[in-house]
């Protein structure tokens, strides 16, 4: 019997067992998604250790796979970095967030023309910035999220205030008076580049900056300086997806000239130690010394205004802190046959000119469609609205604030509607009217409407065999309205020993005017595999028409107060009307043969035909070819390498084209004449005064580039270089031909430009722990040579941009481009100043001369980021050296006596630094012969020579910038719940925080 009780109590525990291991065993459920929690299709589950367990995600990202407590689950996907976790319970379900592999190089992008291109076939440089990069500082448009992120790409703002226009210039300039401005390109839509300002960067999935003009050879003549690829969202199948976002940011004005702070307001008399004076606007009064003083005549009411005579924050406190408040929200989604990314975002910003505002308005809708199995279409559209109210007086209020006496406190002014000696009227200056009045009394109202889409059709007979068709819009409908107040002084005002003072009239204009663009393309592409070969082939044709028309009338001397319309005017209405059509037409092809997955042959070649240019030569063709070697995949060593991960060299050359024209520039064109006309029913016009050559050719730019990517110990190291050289031949410029032929310059095919250079990139990732810490620092670096071979022997030098008295940017034969001309002081042999030998003063030079490189040689952009867990720290860092600046402002600053350097010598007599004298036999250092007059209003920092000379106002343009600083965190799920939110996350952003300059 105990033996019986034995087996059975054996026999028990032995269940027992079975049903705890039974237990224990069962199936773990999870999801995986990408870095911006989207479902990850097909990725591989596996238990480690064990074959024949391996599942794959479905479209929602979703899995299922039998597992026991204390399995290893591996989870793989391409593209993204492996990840391993335990089980340690069943009945937990695992979610995991995959991270982006660093090497990339099967990844499909889209690059010119649309076509889809795996990164390891293409033979050109070019970067690819993914959306999480290009929005983590929060910027407002895309050109600011691309700074300091791209080798070789330099962005300049054109204009300031609440929307600027944005300049990008890749590898330096071409065409000395043609466009050297890089393609944009949005969803292979050709647009203007004021789109980048108009364009909601939440909706970019990527951009891809194709450097060199070989890159973007299939757009024709219009990509010869490189193209910004700019694809936006489709949504993914499998995914729906609602994000919303709010985001304020505070801006201010980042950096003010440098004032001297000693002297107050006086130079009325003219002389040494001048006097202070109450209504001057000139800062060359007596020192400081914190007593009250008046301030302008006295009110009509007998009223006197006053202020400290000390130093005031003035002139920085006049600009506001803009604001921008932006609000962004998604819906994304698909299934088998189709996706969707429907997006809208609102941004109202106010500027740090005190009554300026703008608003953006934009809504998106994009998506595809399997019409069957051999039809596929997406399409993209954007819309966007925006609005402004800004002065038109920006640069004359600052102009004018730059040159008040520090020792008035002009925020006081701010209300002149209410404060009697801020009014238009009353205020104390009589050169200048209340800058917060003269901002509110000339304004712009501006309304633009961009609508920019595309259409694309794809029909797939046979494998490997596709037709396309692509039709692109991108129209731009604006109007505007332009006017500013009148005011009349009163008698008494006008009486007063204030005498500066002049009547106000108001003006007003009316402007609409319309810009569209149609690109069509139909190309065919084939593709396939035999063996070890593989061929990619593509033909087509695009015809692209820019069509524009714009009207504006005007009236002056509005006789009812503020109805500000062309009919409340007297005299005749002025008007003006303009209008454009180009047309372009090009065939092209592009070939790519690889062998064995790591030799690729790329060729393309275009023929174009253009409308601005003769019949006779209005067609060029231009092909381009590159290489790219993946070593890494070919060779055995490099393949079993334990250092070397990725290694692709790459190599190209191209030839591409440009008009170097506008509209109807072929022949002379008549204007409008008001010498004596109009006349009753006459009209008068007069001719302009350049010819243009009967055999006008396009500019032609030629090119070559070689570098390679490189990816060591397992990725933690990323690396490329480039070292490329172009030149541009038959330049479009005027030259000088003589009067008698009733001309003055003819507009002809002569000159070279070159650049060269190098772009380099790299990022370590020294921390990559299972933990969840991350951190990865690098940057990139460009090195530019820009200058003018030649241009003719008739014209050495050619103006670009100049100021009156001659001083600017100049193309000059054997010397860098542009370069910055302008006066200096005439100079013994050894660099000295020379100077009068009794008054000290110095001599200005009789000629402009070379002052500098007007464009950076060096740029640099440094990046890094910490990611632990939930939090994310990110940083972005730019700096450009190795050029020159021209400060205008530095004249009207010396003469207004505001500026720092008219105070270094306390307004004294003085020695002029570094100078010499001719003794009647040689040039001996002056030490001694002093400028008696180191004052103003006649002495010697108001002077012409002083104001003359150009060399006074150069500085360094070198500057560090902190382009991004973001820091982001992710809230858990247990904080949020994840039945309605798949995630939040909080983020704190600031953008250009500081700004290190060299004077």
Not at 213 to 236: E, P
Not at 591 to 609: E, I, M, N, S, V
């Amino acid at each position: 019997m105990k033996k019986i009780v034995s087996f059975f109590t054996l026999l028990l525990l032995g269940l027992s067992l079975v049903a705890s291991a039974q237990a224990q065993d069962g199936s773990v459920k999870g999801k995986i998604t990408d870095p911006s929690s989207n479902p990850l299709e097909s990725v591989t589950i596996s238990i480690k250790g064990k074959t024949g367990k391996a599942v794959v995600t479905n479209a929602r990202g979703e899995f299922e796979i039998k597992a026991k407590s204390g399995d290893i689950i591996q989870i793989s996907s391409v593209g993204f970095k492996s990840e391993e976790v335990k089980v340690n319970n069943i009945n937990t379900k695992i979610n995991v967030t995959l991270k982006e592999a660093v090497n990339q190089m099967d990844e499909v992008i889209v690059t010119a023309g649309g076509i889809k291109t795996k990164r390891k076939e293409i033979g050109t440089a070019g970067t690819i910035i993914k959306a999480e990069n290009l929005v983590a500082g929060k910027a407002i448009n895309i050109a600011g999220g691309l700074q300091g992120k791209v080798a070789g790409i330099q962005i300049n703002a054109t204009g300031g205030g609440v929307n600027p226009s944005f300049r990008i210039i890749l590898r330096g300039q071409r065409s000395l008076t043609g466009n050297n401005q890089a393609l944009i390109v949005l969803d292979n839509v050709i647009v203007p580049s004021e789109v980048l300002g108009n364009l909601n960067p939440e909706d970019v999935a990527d951009v891809n900056v194709l450097n060199g003009a070989g890159a973007a050879a299939l757009y024709g003549s219009s990509a010869s300086n490189g193209a910004i690829i700019i694809t936006t969202k489709k949504g993914k199948k499998g995914t729906n997806l609602v994000t919303v976002s709010q985001t304020m940011m505070a801006e201010h004005a980042a950096f003010f000239p440098k004032f001297q702070m000693k002297f107050g307001s006086g130079g009325g008399a003219y002389g040494y130690n001048d006097p202070f004076a109450y209504y001057e606007n000139q800062s060359y009064g007596p020192a400081f010394d914190g007593t009250t003083r008046i301030l302008g005549d006295k009110l009509e009411d007998g009223s006197q205004d006053s202020s400290c005579y000390c130093p005031t924050s003035g002139h920085s406190d006049f600009w506001e802190t803009g604001m921008t408040k932006q609000t962004d929200f998604s819906v994304s989604g698909g299934d088998e046959t189709s996706t969707f990314y429907m997006a809208g975002q609102y941004a109202d910003i106010t500027g740090t000119t005190p009554g300026d505002k703008y608003n953006r308005t934009t809504f998106r809708l994009n998506g595809t469609r399997k019409v069957g199995n051999k039809i596929n279409v997406s399409y993209s559209t954007n819309y966007t609205q925006n609005r402004y109210d800004i002065t038109t007086a920006t640069g004359s209020v600052y102009d004018n604030m730059l040159n008040m006496p520090n020792n008035v406190q002009v925020t006081k002014y701010k209300d002149f509607i209410n404060n009697k000696f801020a009014t238009f009227n009353d205020f104390y200056n009589p050169w200048y009217v209340n800058p917060y009045w003269q901002a509110a009394a000339y304004r712009s109202g501006v309304r633009n409407d961009y609508l920019v889409a595309n259409f694309e059709i794809k029909y797939s007979p046979i494998k490997g065999l596709d037709l396309i068709a692509r039709q692109g819009l991108t129209t731009r409908n604006a109007s505007n309205k332009d006017f500013n107040a009148a005011y009349k002084y009163t008698a008494y005002r006008k009486t007063t020993e204030s005498f500066g003072k002049s009547d106000v009239t108001a003006n007003v204009s009316d402007g609409s005017s319309y810009s569209t663009n149609l690109l069509s393309d139909v190309y065919s592409q084939y593709q396939t595999k035999y063996k070890d070969y593989s061929v990619n082939l593509l033909a087509g044709g695009q015809f692209r028409q820019d069509q524009a028309k714009s009207m504006g009338v005007s009236g002056a001397g509005l006789v009812v107060p503020n109805l500000f319309n062309v009919s409340n005017g007297v005299g005749t209405p002025g008007a003006s009307e303009s209008n454009s059509l180009v047309r372009q037409f090009g065939f092209y092809a592009d070939a790519r043969f690889g062998y064995k997955g790591y030799l690729f042959l790329h060729a393309t070649g275009r023929r174009d035909w253009v409308s601005v240019l003769d019949p006779e030569h209005n067609t060029f063709f231009y092909p381009a070819v590159d290489l790219s070697f993946v070593a890494s995949d070919a060779i055995a060593a490099i393949k079993n390498s334990k250092t070397i991960n990725f290694l692709k060299l790459r190599a190209g050359w191209s030839k591409v084209g440009s008009p170097g024209l506008g509209a109807y520039a072929l022949k002379p064109t008549f204007g409008a004449t008001s010498n004596g006309f109009p006349y009753g029913t006459l009209a008068g016009y007069t001719v302009g005064n350049s010819l243009v050559s009967n055999s006008l050719k396009p500019e032609i730019t030629k090119g070559y580039e070689f570098g390679f990517d490189m990816n060591l110990f397992k990725d933690k190291i990323t690396s490329s270089f480039a070292y490329f050289s172009t030149t541009t031949d038959d330049q479009i410029v005027g030259t000088a031909v003589s009067t008698t032929t009733g001309f003055t310059s003819m507009t002809t095919n002569t000159g070279q430009t070159y650049a060269k250079g190098i772009e380099a990139t790299l990022h370590v990732t020294p921390i990559d722990q299972p933990n969840g810490l991350r951190v990865t620092v690098g940057g990139n670096y460009a090195y530019l040579e820009n200058g003018v071979n030649f241009i003719s022997a008739a014209l050495p030098r050619l103006s670009l941009a100049a100021y009156g008295d001659g001083t600017g940017s100049y193309a000059v034969a054997g010397k860098a481009f542009p370069m910055i001309m302008g006066f200096d002081y005439k100079r013994d042999a050894d660099g000295r100043v020379i100077v009068n030998s009794v008054t000290g003063i110095p001599s200005k030079s009789d000629t402009i001369s070379f002052l500098g490189n007007g464009q950076p040689i060096h740029k640099l952009g440094l990046d890094g980021s910490i990611e632990y867990k939930k939090f994310r720290l990110s940083i972005t860092l730019e700096y450009r050296g190795s050029y020159s600046s021209y400060q205008s402002m530095g004249g009207s600053l010396d003469w207004s006596g505001t500026s720092w350097r008219t105070a270094i010598y306390d307004r004294k007599s003085f020695v002029f630094p570094n100078s010499s004298y001719w003794d009647g036999t040689k040039y001996v250092a002056n030490n001694a012969i002093s400028i008696a007059n180191g004052n103003g209003n006649n002495g010697y920092w108001t002077d012409g020579i002083n104001r003359g000379t150009s060399t006074n106002y150069m500085t360094s343009g070198d500057f560090w910038k902190i382009r991004e600083l973001a820091l982001s965190y992710d809230l858990p799920v247990s904080v949020i719940g994840n039945k309605i939110f798949k995630g939040v996350t909080v983020s704190v952003q600031g953008r250009n925080l500081f700004v290190f300059m060299a004077f």
